[in-house]
């Protein structure tokens, strides 16, 4: 298992966001958080993160318990975030995003291969072509690509990616998500956070559904197309 969250609550001021939410993900899945807007799934992840801290149960990823680290010691330990936002940098370059999202790691699985520009490069030809343009300049799908490879050029064993198909048009969303599935492939953990059951359902190995702060299914894609009352509770689907 590469990482355990068991039971963890997190507030944001006194509001109460997550009550006891667990999951498990295992090495080399790409695991889907779905839900409703405002349930708690980019809070989970910020809590994986260090960015909203639980204030009590246990995040344990490769042995290691994180719930009172610093977001910079979690990164550092292994984890990667996608926000929704993407928070490129639209004054410097393709290339120039790319250099900045290399830091020292410490993760601990030797056979995941490093991350590097030139296999960024060989893995997402678009990035290539395009590593003289300025951020500013990209297509909302080509922003998200750079945002997705600027956090592997970390090396991460999990990356966390919320909403990554938000406001891109169809054949742009396909895109988006054969790359995370090349991701996953590479060895690379994927959390994924997402509202479009349709794109997910096409990529994910198992899913999570959260209600109002806590997980209310959990399985795979048979599991979940045959749980038609959870889909309609919580997905309207």
Not at 32 to 58: D, E, F, H, W, Y
Not at 173 to 187: F, I, P
Request: include cysteine.
């Amino acid at each position: 298992m590469l990482i355990d969250v068991k039971d963890i609550h997190a507030y944001y001021g006194k509001s109460h966001i997550l009550h006891g939410v667990s999951m498990q993900l295992q090495k080399g899945e790409l695991v889907c958080l779905l839900g409703r807007n405002g349930v708690g799934k980019t809070t989970t992840m910020k809590s994986i993160m260090g960015l909203v801290p639980a204030q009590s149960g246990s995040i344990v990823f490769n042995g290691q318990e994180l719930t009172d680290r610093p977001p910079h010691e979690i990164a550092r330990c292994g984890v990667g975030i996608v926000p929704e936002t993407r928070r490129i940098f639209g004054s410097l370059t393709v290339h120039e995003n790319l250099l900045i999202g290399i830091k020292k790691s410490l993760k601990t699985d030797d056979n995941v291969q490093s991350w590097t520009l030139e296999r960024i490069y060989e893995s997402f030809p678009l990035l290539k072509k395009r590593q003289h343009n300025k951020g500013k300049h990209l297509s909302g799908g080509e922003q998200q690509v750079l945002t997705v490879a600027r956090t592997l050029m970390g090396n991460p064993e999990l990356i966390l990616v919320d909403e990554p198909t938000e406001g891109l048009a169809p054949l742009i969303v396909k895109d988006v998500l054969d790359m995370l599935s090349k991701v996953r492939e590479s060895g690379v953990t994927v959390l994924m956070v997402e509202q479009n059951f349709n794109a997910a359902i096409n990529v994910a190995d198992r899913f999570y559904i959260m209600g109002k702060g806590h997980i209310v299914f959990e399985g795979n894609e048979k599991a979940l197309l045959a749980a038609k009352d959870v889909r309609k509770t919580y997905l309207e689907v």
